[in-house]
């Protein structure tokens, strides 16, 4: 039996939690609304941004992206980020709070991104309108890259490069302010750097990635070493001890396949490639795929995603050769997925980490080196087959190998190492094999990626080795040609950015992203061409 005395103090206690609950209801009422409100005008505005963007890549319309946040002025608050991360804590059922999560980082990274559009929209506009001078004529800055890649001589590469420090020097005068202002700006939303900035937005940890780095640039350093000075003396007639960053391109370019990647019939190749998966490309009438080449146009290759799924765009712009068939399909992989995205909540059409939409470009672009694609697509007879996919085993362990560089000079950049520029050429250099010069150190900045993209990038590629091992294993080394592979494909990119990588990889039966798969992937390329 309660006392008296003591039931009355619990009736008392118990009217006034509830005078508090229902005076908090209002409050939590409000919120919710603001925070709705919040995330329309933030689809609006990223729909808009993605459309100016695209008109400014394909082309080379003035990008004004300042502009545009000026006329949402209210909408990254450091009041708006606390808010969404009240409510985030409140939220009681995990998929909302996902969403909140997502929307919060969302904020946060584009309330630094607003205070550097202005710098960004100059950086943007400059390397659409800023001239390179070489040999007595004025050259597109954002055309050198492609003259690099089809420069036959050496003299001319070398010299097409270092006619391009000029505008760098410029180029990294605007990209050290925004650095700075980056880390300025972390440190004032809280963060201990702009580092620790973006592992919270990534969702995953920058600086345990460092072991597997150091790891796999070990385990591939021989094969690669090895790879690289037989194809600059196979392709380009270069010793490694004469071999530089301007020379990369013009490896890469593949001419000597051209003749099985010819232009022409690119997309209707595409389109069969993915018919065999039963899926029709020519019916998607909310995916636009424009090939033009114009001299504004940037050559690399870009999905934007307008109005996830009812308008994606892709541009390419074709250079010659393999080139345009490895960007094409990459692009194809975004594009198929967002397109196909079945999620109705604006986070989880446009706001997912990286990690896993890259993951299915690259396993949309790696279908071109694939020995069954090679054999049903191409008329390429087995010892050039063997050639071909050598040299790409070159070209994957190069990437792999520079960006596992790259990360580790960003997490050096952003932790204030002293001479940065020189870091970089070193780490760049001794990575990718290529004779360091001093007009490498300025690139320093300019092959910065924004919030560690780099590092998605590099996920990325180990997780394709292992959704790729996946595949295999469950529809056969042939399952391009799979329709129920293709309904298994539109069924994952139907979640849209519901998952990032460490969630995505456990779904495929992995408990992490790990470099076996592709490593063992990368051995097996290379053995066969060897046989």
């Known amino acids: 039996m309660v006392p008296l005395r003591t039931a009355a103090v619990s009736w008392v206690l118990l009217l006034s939690v509830a005078a508090l609950l ?42 004004n992206q300042d502009s545009l946040y000026n006329s949402h002025t209210n909408l990254f608050t450091k009041e708006h980020i606390n ?12 998929v909302q709070k996902k969403r909140l999560r997502y929307f919060r980082r969302y904020l946060t990274t584009e309330y630094i991104a607003k205070q550097t559009a202005p710098l960004s929209d ?11 001078s070489f040999e007595g004529k004025d050259l597109p800055y954002r055309q050198v890259s492609s003259l690099l890649i089809n420069e036959p001589k050496q003299k ?10 000029p505008v760098l020097d410029t180029l990294n005068t605007l990209l050290r302010e925004i650095e700075q202002r980056n880390q300025r700006l972390a440190i004032d939303l809280g ?25 796999v640039l070990g385990e591939t350093a021989s094969t690669y070493t090895d790879l690289l000075r037989e194809g600059a003396q196979k392709y380009l007639h270069l010793s490694l001890s004469s071999f530089f960053r301007y020379d990369i391109g013009a490896l890469f370019r593949s001419r000597e396949f051209d003749a099985f990647f010819s232009g022409a019939p690119m997309l209707e190749r595409a389109e069969s490639t993915y018919a065999g998966l039963g899926i029709n490309l020519q019916s998607m009438k909310n995916l636009t795929i424009d090939a033009d080449s114009r001299p504004l146009k940037i050559p690399r290759a870009v999905c934007y995603a307008i109005d ?24 194809l992989g975004h594009a198929l997925h ?18 896993v939409t890259e993951n299915y470009a690259f396993l949309s672009e790696y279908l071109l080196v694939n020995q069954a694609w090679l054999r ?12 071909f996919l050598r040299l790409q085993a070159l070209y994957r362990l190069y990437f792999l190998r520079r960006y596992c560089a790259k990360v580790l000079y960003e997490l050096q950049l952003h932790n204030g190492v002293a001479n940065p520029s020189s870091v970089y050429a070193q780490l760049l250099s001794s990575s990718t094999g290529y004779v360091a010069i001093p007009s490498d150190e300025k690139h320093y900045l300019v092959d910065v990626d924004q919030l560690f993209y780099s590092a998605s990038y590099l996920r990325a590629w180990l997780l394709e080795g292992q959704f790729h091992a996946r595949l295999n294993r469950d529809y056969g080394v042939n399952w391009f040609e799979r329709p129920e592979a293709g309904a298994y494909l539109e069924s994952l990119w139907g979640y849209g950015d519901r998952y990032g990588g460490d969630e995505f990889v456990r779904r495929i039966g992995y408990e992490s992203i790990s470099p076996d798969a592709l490593l063992a992937e990368l051995k097996t390329m290379v053995l066969f061409s060897t046989q």
């Not at 925070?35 to 319309?61: H, P, Y």
């Not at 808010?83 to 995990?94: I, N, T």
């Not at 001319?156 to 420090?165: E, H």
């Not at 967002?338 to 986070?347: R, V």
Request: proline share 5%.
């Open 376 to 387: 049903l697509r191409t008329s390429m007879p087995v010892k050039v087959q063997k050639d």
């Open 191 to 215: 963060f201990a750097s702009y580092t620790s900035l973006a592992e919270e937005v990534k969702g995953f940890s920058l600086t345990g990635l460092t072991p597997v780095l150091q790891r």
């Open 122 to 132: 100059r950086l943007t506009n400059l390397e659409a309108t800023t001239k390179v």
């Open 22 to 63: 229902v005076s908090c209801a209002p409050e939590r009422k409000r919120d919710a609304e603001t925070v709705d409100s919040l995330r329309t005008e933030a689809e609006q505005l990223i729909k808009s941004q993605a459309l100016m963007g695209w008109n400014s890549w394909v082309f080379g319309t003035p990008s």
């Open 338 to 355: 967002y397109s196909h995205t079945k999620e109705h909540a604006f986070e989880f059409k446009y706001l997912g980490e990286p990690t």
């Open 83 to 94: 808010l969404v991360q009240k409510a985030e804590g409140d939220e009681p059922d995990s």
């Open 308 to 331: 996830v799924p009812s308008d994606v765009r892709l541009s390419v712009k074709p250079v010659g050769g393999f080139d345009d068939y490895r960007s094409l399909f990459h692009e």
């Open 156 to 165: 001319r590469r070398a010299g097409l490069y270092a006619a391009v420090d």
